[in-house]
């Protein structure tokens, strides 16, 4: 029985959720599958990707061919990675120890590299709306100017008008 780890869709027209899952490649895209190892939603920014990477680890050790864009989110997530260490770890190459350190190395860089990214995104939205409230301040700025002669123009014509009653 052939299995691929893929995405299941899931959530409402146009706004797409999906589970990541390994399944009998015979199956249909959101119809059955063997077991569920995490979900990608990319509606957020940076996308919510939540796995299990010792599960998916252990289906592509058992023969399971990702997708492209599953394969392309296990890479993200570091289970290739895990993998190939594993790999190294059978061959003698590595020890279990050195194994787990390198990933988790990997891991902490990893996670201050999105975390570089979320800071960017948040303060090049707060640039955005600093640059959008300036230009507000002149708009209005321009707008109080501009009223400013026709107002003293009505008062200093009811001021004649006044005066010449008088």
């Known amino acids: 029985m052939p299995v691929k780890i893929r995405l299941q869709r899931h959530g409402k027209k146009g706004k797409p959720f999906y589970w990541i899952v390994a399944a009998d ?27 299990d990477v010792d599960g998916a680890v252990q289906w592509l050790n058992n023969g399971a061919q990702p997708t492209d ?3 392309a989110i296990l890479s993200y997530k570091g289970a290739l990675l895990k993998k190939h260490l594993a790999g190294g770890v059978t061959k003698g190459a ?20 999105v975390q570089a990214k979320a800071d960017g995104l948040s303060k090049a939205d ?31 014509e009811e ?3 006044s005066n010449e009653e008088e």
């Open 126 to 156: 707060a640039d955005a709306k600093a640059k959008a409230l300036e230009a507000e301040k002149a708009v209005n700025e321009a707008r109080i100017a501009a009223a400013t002669p026709v107002v003293e123009e009505e008062v200093a």
């Open 25 to 51: 490649a015979r199956a249909k895209r959101d119809g059955k599958y063997l077991e569920k190892l995490g979900i990608y939603n990319p509606n957020v920014n940076p996308a919510q990707i939540e796995l």
């Open 94 to 113: 590595l020890t279990e120890e050195q194994a787990e350190a390198k990933f988790n190395a990997w891991l902490e860089e990893k996670a201050a590299k």
């Open 159 to 161: 001021t004649e008008a």
């Open 69 to 71: 864009t599953a394969r």
